[in-house]
């Protein structure tokens, strides 16, 4: 095994009020305690798998070749989904097989992908029916940084078995683009799946129902309480209030019809 220190991520929707997220840890330091364990965030909405692919891919990029990202929001835990692991180029992915990896199977080339049923890797043969979290996915996981050859740790599967949740679509129309939300951060900014580059460039607007929101380039070029859109720092189109909360102010949500009409 290599002993070069590894990163390995964690993502999920456990929240930070109970043990979930430390007894995963915990597990992960019982494999190889020098293994860098860094938390992308436990605050992904109860079970949504969107939100959970949307920002384990935002994240994927800023980190270094080989790290090992265990993704868990797994709303089928205990059922007849896939327990997997995923080798990229630059990374491994490890967590269910629900569509959280989704993003990943459409933008990169995966390598190698496994279904984990090699319990020796696990952190019990008898694993929870609720916390494959801590059971399979914590323990393989830290194998994986640790060095163990993904080939060692399950059963091969053609990666065009996995599956893919049904992204959302940003479509042309006559006048700009139709898309939907595609997420909602913490500061109740509306993320949607119109691509910055669409827009970058010109004079825009979004139009929902009627209400015109302009394009702009900052928070700051509207006064405090108006809303705005923008190219946000993950490169989407981003509808936002200045110094306020987008969805709760225009009431939107996941899934919602986004119109972006380019006017020059």
Not at 46 to 71: C, D, E, K, R, S
Not at 92 to 116: H, M, S, W
Not at 149 to 168: C, F, N, R, W, Y
Request: charged residues 15%; hydrophobic residues 40%.
């Amino acid at each position: 095994m290599s002993m070069e220190q590894k990163i390995l991520t964690l993502l999920s929707d456990f929240g930070l009020s109970d043990v979930y997220v430390g007894v995963m840890k915990g597990v992960i330091a019982q494999v190889n305690p020098l293994i860098r364990v860094i938390d992308l965030t436990h605050q992904i909405p109860p079970q949504n798998i969107a939100a959970a692919q949307f920002n384990l891919l935002n994240a994927y990029p800023y980190f270094p070749a080989g790290t090992v990202h265990v993704a868990v929001v797994d709303p089928g835990v205990g059922g007849k989904r896939r327990a997997i692991a995923l080798q990229l180029e630059d990374g491994f992915l490890v967590g269910p097989d629900n569509g959280l990896f989704t993003g990943f199977l459409t933008q990169r080339k995966i390598l190698y992908a496994v279904e984990l049923d090699q319990s020796e890797y696990w952190r019990s043969p008898n694993p929870s029916s609720t916390f494959h979290g801590r059971d399979i996915f914590a323990s393989v996981g830290a194998y994986l940084a640790n060095g163990i050859d993904i080939a060692s740790i399950g059963t091969p599967i053609e990666p065009d078995s996995l599956v893919q949740s049904s992204l959302p679509l940003c479509v042309p129309t006559t006048q700009g683009w139709l898309g939907k939300v595609q997420y909602i951060d913490r500061f109740g900014n509306v993320i949607t799946n119109i691509p910055g580059d669409r827009v970058q460039g010109h004079t825009w607007k979004v139009q929902l129902g009627k209400t015109q929101i302009p394009g702009c380039l900052t928070y700051g070029d509207v006064q405090p309480s108006q809303p705005l859109a923008l190219i946000g720092s993950h490169g989407w189109v981003e509808i936002a209030v200045n110094n306020g909360d987008a969805q709760y102010q225009l009431r939107l949500h996941y899934g919602n019809p986004i119109q972006v009409t380019i006017l020059q």
